[in-house]
């Protein structure tokens, strides 16, 4: 990513710029509006090439609502999704199928997400048979078979079906089915969460490779930062629907500055007790207030141990305070 491209004119793979998603909510028998949701209110960033770019926060944060937005799955209220320089709202006929097929997904439960009556072989050529239908049966079972030795599945798994597979193969097929067509990004929601710790290294480990062989770029959706850490180039963390900060992985874990960004990371483990055991965890009090009705001003006004009169009226902008590295908080000035 190119910080500057976040308002400025740099354009990356993909750059989300003033996205907004309000979920409205209706009362009697005429579904008369009384509010919103407030899920995604005015998100920007970018993502470069051969990057992973990651969004985390809490539940309720709207990272997931601002990925379904990415992946078509929700329309935007307003603002624009920008792909190789196409604003993917107003696609629609052969371009909506480009971009289908340079966008793809990898989910949460692999159980979920693949046809329980299809054979593995059938599920990953899928999307070959929708993108390419003129292509010949051996050699949609070729690159089939490739892909699945890519993820590190064998040919005997490829007739079974995903009843019949660990939780850590079934996420290898979904990652097959994902890059079978050759995407340019892959959004990642929380691809390693169900799965048991023994297996999510691997995991890992595999997306890492694949990024680099086939230079993919990926959306990380996670609210597990060890995962970020590990396998992520850019971090944005959001709260009530906001980037409240944004920065390269190693600076923003080495160096937050948002009282939210350093209540989460305090709650980190460390793998030397030593130094978990000099950790000080910062505990926030209270619960994410509601979606539908946020405080005015600064979003973390009623949480945040540093919130002055000014947080309470006035809501901060997200600025550049060092170089690459931005923030939303009336403790920063820009210099
Ligand atoms: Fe805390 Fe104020 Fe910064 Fe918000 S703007 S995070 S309330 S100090």
């Known amino acids: 990513m ?13 750059d989300v710029i003033d996205l907004v998603k309000y979920f409205p909510i209706r009362k009697g028998v005429f579904g008369r509006i009384v509010g919103y949701v407030r899920a995604v209110d005015h998100v920007t960033f970018s993502i470069g090439e ?9 539940s309720g944060s709207g990272k ?18 920008v792909f190789m320089g196409k604003n993917i709202v107003e696609l629609k ?20 997400s693949l046809n329980p009556r299809m054979k593995v072989e059938d599920i990953v050529a899928e999307p070959l048979k929708v993108h390419n239908k003129d292509l010949p049966k051996d050699e949609v079972k070729k690159i089939v078979y490739d ?11 490829a007739k079974r079906y995903p009843y019949d597979l660990s939780g850590g193969q079934a996420q290898r097929v979904a990652i097959a089915r994902a890059i079978v067509l050759k995407p340019k990004l892959v959004v990642l929601d929380e691809p390693t969460s169900a799965l048991d710790v023994s297996v999510q290294a691997q995991i890992l480990n595999l997306l890492v490779d694949l990024k680099n062989e086939l230079k993919l770029s990926y959306l990380m959706i996670s609210h597990d930062l060890s995962v970020v ?5 850019w971090v944005a963390v959001m709260y009530l629907g906001k980037i409240v900060e944004l920065a ?24 030397d ?21 946020p405080p005015p001003g600064c979003r973390l006004h009623p949480r945040c141990p540093y919130a002055k009169d000014k947080c309470r009226v006035e809501e901060p902008k997200l600025i550049e305070y060092e170089r690459n590295h931005w923030v939303a908080c009336h403790l920063y000035t820009r210099r």
């Open 2 to 14: 190119h910080a500057t491209s976040i308002l400025g004119d740099n354009v990356g793979l993909l």
């Open 50 to 58: 051969n990057e992973t770019f990651a969004l985390v926060g809490e």
């Open 64 to 81: 997931t609502t601002t990925a379904k937005c990415i992946l078509g799955l929700l329309k935007p209220t307003s603002g624009k999704i």
């Open 93 to 112: 006929g052969s371009e909506a199928k480009w971009y289908r097929r340079n966008v793809q997904a990898v989910f949460q439960n692999p159980f979920l």
């Open 147 to 157: 892909v699945l030795e890519r993820v590190g599945l064998t040919k005997a798994l």
């Open 229 to 233: 850490r590990y396998i992520s180039d």
């Open 248 to 271: 390269p992985t190693e600076e923003l874990f080495e160096k937050p500055l948002h009282p939210y960004t350093q209540a989460l990371l305090s709650a980190v483990p460390e793998p």
């Open 273 to 293: 007790p030593k130094i978990m055991k000099s950790k000080k965890r910062i505990v926030l009090p209270g619960e994410p207030p509601s979606a539908i009705n």
